[in-house]
């Protein structure tokens, strides 16, 4: 009962917990034309270094996702759509502790625009003597390849024409008018949607 005292003395450390694995991960778009690839790039903060990242892909209509790649160190990540649709995209971070974070995005993919079919076929001369022959390039841009050519050609006093050649993926053409007179010529170009596009030139042919 003397009231002695003894102490015993600690010392207690005390840390910020982990901060929670989060997915940061990118894409270089969300809007693409088609035949265009999709960059990914996995990211993360938290969690327990290192981490590792894949990636999956599906039609938005589909409920299963094809595998873009599996866990890999290696961030960067590319697909190329093969659809002009909507694709849904995710990517998965995984942490040294095992911890899995996904991160989902929605690209939509469409069909690259084309220009108006437009026939830029061309003639050898618009001036020839009777016998000579006349030299037809079909040519052809925008719409959608590949092309095929067609020509035609009658005396300009004639409504109807006589065909020189039917539709071919061959351009060039020839014909040789048979009198000294002025002729039409016509080249119609029509591409792969069956889209066609006329082009007319007039020829003198002198004696």
Known sequence: KAGTVKNKDFTVKVTKAAAALSNTSTL???????GS?????????????????????KKSTSTSYTKIRDYS?????????????????????????GTVKNKDFTVKVTKAAT???????????????????????GKASGGT????YSAYYKQSTSTEYTKICAYSTTAKMT?????????????????????IATKDFTVKVTA
């Open 37 to 57: 690839k999709i960059t990914i790039t996995g990211k993360a903060t938290g969690g327990t270094t290192p981490y590792q990242y894949a990636a999956y892909y």
């Open 115 to 137: 220009t108006a079919l437009k026939n830029t076929s061309t003639i050898s001369a618009t001036s020839i003597k009777k016998g000579a022959t006349l030299t037809i390039t």
């Open 175 to 195: 014909v040789t008018p048979a009198s000294a007179t002025t002729y039409d010529i016509r080249v119609k170009v029509k591409d792969a949607s069956v889209t």
């Open 73 to 97: 160190t290696t961030a960067t990540m590319t697909v190329t759509p093969a659809s002009a649709t909507t694709y849904d995209v995710r990517v998965k971070v995984k942490d040294k502790a």
């Open 145 to 148: 390849t590949p092309y095929q």
């Open 28 to 34: 270089s778009a969300t809007s693409i034309t088609l």
